[in-house]
């Protein structure tokens, strides 16, 4: 079965928040996780996030959480354990 695009925006706009948001929602969980768990710089997280701009990234986890990338990670919020190098890589799908 296949369903179009159009249908799928169409059922998402009705239920809840847009695609749009919904990917904008999973990249900042993957920035905030590497925040709070490795010490990649900024450009890294935001590659491993699925971004292209390092800066955009940054705004958009600022606005988001209320603090920047740098203050995340010694807030109460980013204290949790360090992840291992191989933990760092996502699929896409």
């Given at each position: 079965?296949?369903?179009?695009?159009?249908?799928?925006?169409a059922?998402?706009?009705?239920t809840?928040?847009?695609?749009a948001?919904?990917?904008?929602?999973?990249?900042?969980?993957?920035?905030?996780?590497l925040?709070?768990?490795?010490?990649?710089a900024?450009g890294?997280?935001?590659d491993?996030?699925?971004?292209?701009?390092?800066?955009?990234?940054?705004?958009?986890?600022?606005r988001?959480?209320d603090?920047?990338?740098?203050?995340?990670?010694?807030?109460?919020?980013g204290?949790?354990?360090?992840?291992?190098p191989?933990q760092l890589?996502?699929?896409?799908?």
């Amino acid at each position: 079965m296949s369903v179009s695009v159009r249908t799928v925006h169409a059922v998402v706009a009705e239920t809840g928040p847009g695609p749009a948001t919904v990917m904008r929602s999973a990249q900042i969980e993957r920035v905030e996780r590497l925040l709070a768990e490795s010490r990649l710089a900024i450009g890294d997280i935001a590659d491993a996030a699925g971004s292209s701009d390092a800066t955009t990234t940054a705004r958009a986890f600022a606005r988001s959480c209320d603090m920047t990338p740098a203050e995340y990670p010694r807030s109460s919020r980013g204290a949790l354990p360090h992840l291992r190098p191989e933990q760092l890589v996502w699929s896409h799908t």
